[in-house]
């Protein structure tokens, strides 16, 4: 079964500095998809990020972008120049055919910003 | 319309009580989730609605009944429930359940009390 693993349950970052949240899988497929998701205190999921697990090339979206080392199995987020707005928790989520298209999310990073 | 709408957004309720809990979307989208979120961990994937064909999680009890009036339209019926299914449900959407590389985009969730 696929495993997806966030062993920073907590991090804190100062507002406009730079913060990585980790996130590690297992898995023996060769194609599937990583997600980072965002859920701020008003408690929707928010899509921030996703990788394709064939594209060598790290994903990037504005201030956000990832570390993705497929042989590693890792894929972190790194958010730079950190807003009051980000603040939130972000669950790392793997998803491929062999799992029915769903989600495995991991167990969460909350992240707080500090003014 | 870009959202996923859910009410009630807080619902408390009596072991003995039966409610329902709505999801709707106007986006088109052919597929639907409920998800079930403790505090302070991932959602959990209770069923999925995919062109309007049900497929469940066993390991959800019959307490929890889903339907689905219409593609737009997502209820989840709740009867005899227990304290420990007080959670924050979820509901959520996507064009379909095929693609891997498609987001869902979900609702800001009913927080369920049970008393």
């Known amino acids: 079964a696929q495993t997806v693993t966030q062993s920073q349950p907590e991090m804190s970052v100062q507002e406009a500095e730079t913060v990585t949240l980790s996130c590690t899988y297992d898995?023996?497929?060769?194609?599937?998809?990583l997600f980072w998701y965002k859920q701020p205190p008003s408690r929707q999921m928010i899509l921030v990020i996703r990788?394709?697990?064939?594209?060598?090339q790290n994903a990037t979206e504005n201030r956000f972008s990832v570390n993705f080392q497929k042989a590693a199995k890792s894929f972190s987020l790194k958010i730079s120049d950190s807003q009051l707005g980000d603040a939130a928790m972000y669950f790392c989520?793997?998803?491929?055919?062999?799992?029915?298209?769903?989600?495995?999310f991991g167990t969460g990073t909350s992240l707080t910003v500090i003014p | 319309d870009t959202e996923v709408t859910q009410t009630p957004k807080h619902l408390v309720m009596g072991m003995t009580n039966k409610k329902s809990l709505k999801c709707e979307q106007h986006m088109g989208h052919r597929a639907m989730y409920w998800y079930k979120q403790k505090a302070k961990k991932p959602p959990e994937l209770m069923f999925v609605y995919s062109y309007e064909k049900l497929s469940i999680n066993e390991s959800v009890p019959s307490r929890f009944s889903p339907e689905c009036p219409n593609s737009s339209l997502l209820n989840l019926h709740l009867h005899a429930l227990q304290p420990e299914d007080s959670a924050l449900y979820l509901c959520?959407?996507?064009?379909?359940?095929?693609?891997?590389?498609?987001?869902?985009?979900f609702g800001s969730g009913t927080r369920l009390t049970v008393v």
């Open positions: 990788q394709e697990a064939y594209k060598q």
């Open positions: 959520a959407s996507s064009q379909s359940q095929g693609f891997l590389r498609e987001s869902y985009t």
């Open positions: 989520a793997y998803r491929s055919a062999n799992t029915g298209n769903q989600f495995y």
């Open positions: 898995t023996s497929e060769s194609d599937y998809y």
